[in-house]
């Protein structure tokens, strides 16, 4: 059976070199396709399947976000009975080096940081130089990726929103957490150069836990209930969700073209193996008479054009996971989607996808050469 393999596979690599080598590259290309379609849709239910049981809530102004709430807020939720941390967060508006640059740029409560997002992964000499250093900032890994940043290093960010150009000291990066390519500092370093205290444009707020983040919204937003700043909170999910809702769209479409690609190079990948078995009818008839099994030739004929899938289909993850992997962070209209890298469930399916056209095309391609009586093709030896 062994040398039954090796014959088989030795045969199509001399006799067909170059069709084997645009199988490899038509399997890549299908692998490439799927992947790039099924990250986006993938990587948006994920990171609203982790907020599902968060244990957080987003408190922002009832009109829109861009009015602000007041500082004293932040106290009196903080008095409510099941709260264990509020944070404060003022978007800053960021451009590092050119107007495309842009990022996710917030000012941050120091203090509650940690307690505030933990899965984050903050190292904790990381944090005491955060707290220490007045200008110090935490980055996220695909934001670091993107500029080639390095921890220590001094940069300057001009905001979009407030007329100032801060500079900032990176102590430290994460990798955790829903979006690691958000830019997070002091709030109270851009009070301090604003000379006034920054609007709070959302505050994030952790209860004890996921079963009590209703009845803590509900107090929230019943406390300031008809005062000049009425409030509206959300669950993490329910403020992802919304975020997200403007890319599922986008993704079902990409999905349905990219889908019918697949499906084209599919077909493709049937007509080369059926050409290939089309000219070796007279080599499995020579088979067939010395004494091989149908079911031997099937399987060393399948295993072949499965060995060539699986390479295809490793080349092609491999080449959309380094893609993807250059491009993290660099798109900021697709957000969290592109900074968090490919997902090992996507590539693994990509394999299996390969693997699924190689071993449907050769079974069916070889079936076909086996119902041919043996005569018949052995009249086709030259």
């Known amino acids: 059976m062994f040398a039954l393999l090796s014959f088989a596979s030795i045969s199509l690599v001399r006799r067909n070199r170059r069709r084997t080598v645009l199988t490899m590259l038509a399997v890549a290309c299908a692998t490439l396709v799927l992947c790039a379609v099924t990250v986006l849709p993938y990587v948006t239910d994920r990171i609203a399947a982790n907020a599902d049981m968060s244990p ?114 990176i102590v430290g990066s994460y990798s955790g957490g829903a979006d690691p390519r958000v830019f997070m500092f002091r709030r109270d370093y851009l009070e301090e150069t604003l000379h006034n205290a920054p609007p709070v444009d959302m505050m994030w707020v952790r209860c004890a836990n996921s079963r009590v983040t209703t009845r803590i919204a509900e107090k929230i937003d019943s406390t300031f209930h008809n005062s000049s700043f009425e409030t509206e909170t959300d669950t993490e999910k329910q403020f992802l969700v919304t975020y997200l809702v403007r890319f599922q769209s986008i993704g079902r479409i990409v999905q349905a073209v990219g889908f019918c690609a697949v499906i084209a190079i599919g077909l493709a990948v049937l007509n080369a193996c059926s050409m290939t078995l089309r000219e070796r009818r007279s080599e499995i008839a020579v088979m067939r008479t010395v004494g091989f099994a149908d ?66 095309a050769s079974f069916a391609s070889t079936l076909s050469a086996l119902r041919a009586p043996v005569a018949q093709a052995m009249r086709e030896v030259s």
């Open 56 to 169: 957080r809530l987003v408190v922002m102004n009832r009109s829109a976000m861009r009015y602000g709430l007041p500082e004293s807020y932040s106290r009196k939720v903080a008095d409510i009975d099941g709260v264990v941390a509020v944070n404060r967060m003022t978007w800053f508006g960021g451009i590092y080096d050119d107007p495309h640059h842009q990022f996710s740029t917030v000012g941050v409560d120091a203090d509650t940081i940690e307690e505030m997002w933990p899965e984050d992964g903050f190292d904790p000499a990381e944090l005491s130089a955060f707290r220490e250093y007045r200008n110090g900032a935490l980055v996220g890994s695909a934001t670091m990726r993107r500029f080639r940043w390095k921890v220590g290093q001094n940069i300057i960010l001009k905001s979009q929103i407030y007329p100032v150009a801060l500079s900032f000291r």
């Open 295 to 360: 079911s031997q030739i099937l399987a060393s004929f399948m295993a072949e054009w499965i060995a060539i899938a699986l390479i295809g289909g490793v080349l092609g993850t491999a080449f959309a996971a380094g893609l993807l992997d250059l491009l993290r962070g660099t798109s900021p209209a697709l957000g969290p989607a592109l900074a968090s890298g490919m997902p090992r469930p996507i590539m693994l399916s990509g394999i299996l996808m390969a693997l699924g056209i190689g071993g449907m």
